[in-house]
């Protein structure tokens, strides 16, 4: 194993080997000290920085366009294998930078924000195990690695959401979140096998593998519906919101950098395909668009900054889907480095400028005065308040999904509990035992 | 051959003494019923090593659950009559596992469902679990008398698999009196109502030991399919079909689930339905994702089950999933243990389920494209239940009415510790679970134009 094949081998897996090692510990009775954490997350993500660095630096010395690692294969059978490789090329470098300095920068700013919270070990724990997927997103050299990180990164995603355990709200919202990923996470997995099916590989490492214009626009398409999903676009958008639940470090490197763009990466990757078919491009576009303008118009109606702040992203994100579908992958990696720089520091600063803008206010003996020029202005009332009222359900998408998906999944579950329950004496769902009230059912009703 | 009888004797009948020395000796069984589960263990280990096939393999895992199950059952449940039960349990499930006999198969059928069937021992408060468990019974004991009036003579060899091995005997209506066997034990569609009701209204521990044996998934490969490759090829498509579909039904059905037990066992059958259509896929990708499945779920079930029940002895037994009741700020390794457990079901990468849930994808794709997708939606709706399941019970605001609750015991997080791990490296290096052989022998035999049976008996080797 060559230097540059080392140095790639350990930024992805430093994260990881650090989730497992201390979680172990956890699990046999240690509990670190929070220095001793913070310190660790600090030597993990420098290490992983230098490494990055240096590897980036020997490629652009030798004029390598990608290092590859190879360790064959993950498991084998029949003709289908799981292949195990690990690639850095132009494409996935940046991501790689992106997500190992703001991880580390999150992990930095954490210690701080989360002393002596209740989960401040959980946090990084997750933290590190969302770094660890990232870099297996963006490093993998094959789809069917691609689908680990993925997992990875979005019930990390959840964890963090649900965050504050204590109170319901995050552990809903959570659940919701969860529910769209594994949704959406459908149209990955079919779409992996499409490509094992049709190509014969999945893997991307020695060259993409071309399908041809049907075959291309499947696979797009179920891709598609998974980078929408985790980029939360049209018609997923409505979690996005709910998953500002988290601390505020997680939403900024979920939301703002790195899980927001994850979407946008697998359809970088993809562009090869999405060039074949002028369908998917197209949808592409679409959806991108009408997110875009979906999210600026709803988030003026945010009353809160980190939901404001999570429709900005929403909005850029979608004009990164239009970059991607009008094939500009240049700016789109430009693109996304310099929204995940900004929108993380508007996300950490979020808390401290609310803070500032009162000491302002106070300062002057009253409120700012609004500049009173919004674009909006420009509709007639009539289209001013239907837009305002339609921003304020969010567009009505969680509505949508609620009466269109949701509820009808669960009246049939219910129905099917009908049914189960023919020929018992009482149904199943009424069904109690005997025993008196549970310390839980008493500490609830207290 | 005799090194592995006597091995495989081992195995099986010290459960059985040990169960009669509990009759009537009725002190330290938790030790008892350690020594003979851990005695089973290692005679499985022995034949795993001497015969290395998959009957063997399937001895020692079912070995290693009851010999957690001795260690994580709490002490309230740890009655002489219990463990000797357990015992039992484990002792016929062995036996079905290693017999090439159908009338020795039949009695082992019957006979490790026994204590289900008995209302003082493990029997659940409704009719229907034994109602299943009996009605299977009945089918798989009508097919093997309808084999022997269709002999010509009956002997040993009447009821040998290996005699009977490609000769269809007694034809379809033996084929679907087999196939309503695995039905009923199994619980697919629309014979499934009882595996809830069993996890519900019987011991937690134990009913997990019995669904865990799968038996049904047994029948299927070692019976069904050798014995019958024509019809199996034919018709056996159907039985896919309704495994799909009641791992979709029940998926569905679960959502609107509030009690623990009873969401979990739908969770179980869900995902343990899919090993059919595996087996069922003709395709090495799936063969193999139904047998790694199998083992998932029997590891991860069972792991869930048990924290189950150290929350319910600790919490009360009436936990339910409609109000959030905060148990992870007094057991957090508990909810550490039942997320990895709760997520390893259903396929969380990193865990064996992940590389089980891939393959078997691939496989019922491969061979059925329109309901194989049906898999993937159950197990996104599985994954949505189980959160839900274990962001109720141990996520939300700290409850008063507990004071000092105990988080799990040495004992308890040692056993959970060694199941989490073994998902987890299985995870990290599936190969050591899939097996080179295991692998290569599907993937030789894989050939899509031949009968279902060469493939399936090869890779099996049973």
């Keep these: 194993m060559s230097f540059l094949q080392g140095a790639l081998v350990f930024v992805v897996s430093a994260p990881g080997a650090v989730f497992g090692v201390l979680s172990f510990l956890w699990l046999l009775g240690w509990v670190p000290a929070e220095r001793t954490v913070s310190r660790i997350t600090g030597l993990t993500f420098s290490a992983c920085a230098a490494a990055l660095g240096a590897l980036i630096w020997r490629l652009a010395a030798t004029g390598a366009p990608s290092v590859a690692v190879t360790f064959g294969n993950w498991f084998t059978v029949g003709d289908y294998h799981f292949p195990l490789v690990l690639l850095a090329d132009r494409l996935s470098l940046p991501f790689l930078a992106m997500t190992v300095v703001l991880s580390g920068l999150i992990g930095q700013f954490s210690a701080t924000y989360l002393h002596r919270e209740d989960g401040f070990l959980r946090f990084f724990l997750l933290l590190h195990l969302f770094a660890f997927g990232s870099l297996l997103v963006f490093a993998a050299g094959s789809f069917d690695l691609l689908v680990g990180g993925w997992e990875m990164v979005g019930i990390t995603s959840v964890l963090l959401i649900a965050f504050f355990q204590r109170r319901t709200a995050p552990v809903e919202n959570g659940l919701r979140v969860f529910a769209v990923y594994r949704a959406c996470d459908i149209g990955l997995l079919v779409g992996v096998f499409a490509m094992h099916r049709w190509a014969g590989t999945a893997s991307f490492a020695g060259g993409f593998p071309m399908l041809p214009g049907g075959q291309a626009l499947v696979v797009c398409l179920l891709l598609l519906l998974a980078a929408s999903g985790k980029a939360a676009q049209v018609p997923f958008s409505g979690w996005l919101p709910r998953a500002m639940e988290g601390p505020t470090p997680s939403s900024a490197i979920f939301y703002g950098a790195i899980s927001i763009h994850a979407g946008a990466y697998l359809l970088l990757r993809v562009q090869p395909l999405l060039a074949q078919s002028w369908t998917a491009s197209a949808l592409v576009i679409l959806i991108g668009a009408a997110t875009a303008i979906y999210g600026t118009i709803v988030g003026r109606a945010s009353a809160d900054a980190k939901t404001l702040l999570a429709f900005g992203s929403l909005t850029q994100v979608g004009v990164i889907f239009i970059e991607i579908g009008l094939g500009l992958r240049a700016i789109a990696v430009a693109h996304i480095l310099g929204h995940a720089a900004v929108r993380t520091l508007q996300f950490l600063r979020a808390p401290s400028m609310l803070h500032d803008y009162h000491q302002m206010h106070s300062a002057i003996g009253g409120e700012l005065s609004p500049t009173g020029k919004h674009i909006e202005n420009l509709f007639p009332e009539q289209v001013q308040a239907w837009l305002y009222r339609w921003a304020l359900d969010r567009g009505h998408l969680d509505t949508i999904l609620d009466r269109g998906v949701i509820e009808p999944l669960m009246r049939l579950s219910r129905v099917f509990a009908r049914l189960d329950s023919l020929g018992l004496a009482e149904p199943v769902a009424q069904r109690r035992r005997a025993t008196p009230k549970t310390p839980a059912e008493l500490g609830a009703s207290r | 051959m005799d090194a592995e009888l006597v091995l495989s004797g081992v195995a099986f009948s010290i459960p059985w003494c040990f ?406 490296i299985g995870g990290l290096f599936p190969d050591a679970i899939i097996g080179p052989s295991l692998g290569a022998g599907v993937a030789e035999q894989r050939d899509r134009g031949r009968m279902v049976a060469h493939a399936l008996h090869s890779a099996l080797r049973f």
């Design chain 2, 19 to 424: 169960a009669l020395v509990l009759t009537f000796y009725r002190r330290n069984p938790r030790a008892a019923g350690f020594l003979a589960a851990a005695t089973s263990v290692l005679a499985s280990a022995l034949l795993v090593w001497e015969s290395a096939s998959l009957s063997a393999a399937l001895m020692l895992l079912f070995g290693c659950l009851t010999l957690a199950a001795m260690l994580v059952l709490p002490k309230r449940d740890c009655a002489p009559g219990a463990v000797a039960g357990i015992l039992f349990t484990l002792g016929w499930t062995l036996l079905a596992y290693w017999t090439e006999n159908l009338l020795v198969l039949l009695a082992a059928w019957v006979l490790s469902a026994l204590p289900f069937l008995i209302a003082r021992w493990f029997g659940a408060r409704t009719w229907r679990p034994g109602a299943g468990l009996l009605l299977s019974s009945f089918s798989l004991a009508l097919a093997i008398v309808l084999i022997a009036i269709g002999a010509h003579s009956v002997s040993a060899r009447t009821f040998s698999m290996d005699a009977l091995r490609g000769k269809s005997p007694g034809g379809i209506p033996v084929f679907a009196l087999l196939v309503a066997a695995v039905t009923f034990r199994k619980g697919i569609l629309p014979a499934h109502a009882w595996i809830a009701d069993a996890a519900e209204g019987g011991p937690a521990i134990p009913t997990a030991l019995l669904l865990n044996g799968h038996l049904g998934a047994l029948l299927v490969a070692k019976t069904i399919v050798p014995l019958f490759p024509q019809t199996s090829g034919n018709l056996f498509p159907v039985l896919s079909y309704l495994a799909m579909g009641t791992a979709v039904y029940v998926a569905i059905r679960s959502l609107s689930e509030n009690a623990p037990r009873r969401l979990l066992a739908l969770v179980a059958l869900s995902q343990s339905a899919c090993i059919l259509a595996g087996l069922e896929s003709r395709t090495a990708e799936g063969l193999t994702g139904a047998l790694v499945h199998w083992i998932v779920v029997t590891v991860s079930t069972m792991g869930l089950f048990g924290i189950l029940r150290l929350l319910e002895v600790r919490f009360g037994e009436n936990l339910s999933a409609r109000t959030h009741l905060g148990l992870a700020e007094h057991a957090p390794r508990l909810a550490v243990f039942f997320a990895v457990f709760g997520l390893a079901l259903v396929g969380l990468p990193g865990t064996l389920s992940f590389c089980s849930q891939d393959l078997l994808i691939h496989g019922t794709l491969m061979s059925h494209p329109l309901t194989g997708l049906l898999l993937p939606i159950a197990t996104a709706m599985n994954a949505v239940s189980i959160f839900r399941l274990f962001s109720r019970l141990f996520l939300g605001k700290r409850r008063t009415g507990f004071t000092a609750m105990a988080d799990a015991l040495p004992r308890e997080r040692w056993i959970l510790t060694a199941g989490v791990l073994f998902v987890v």
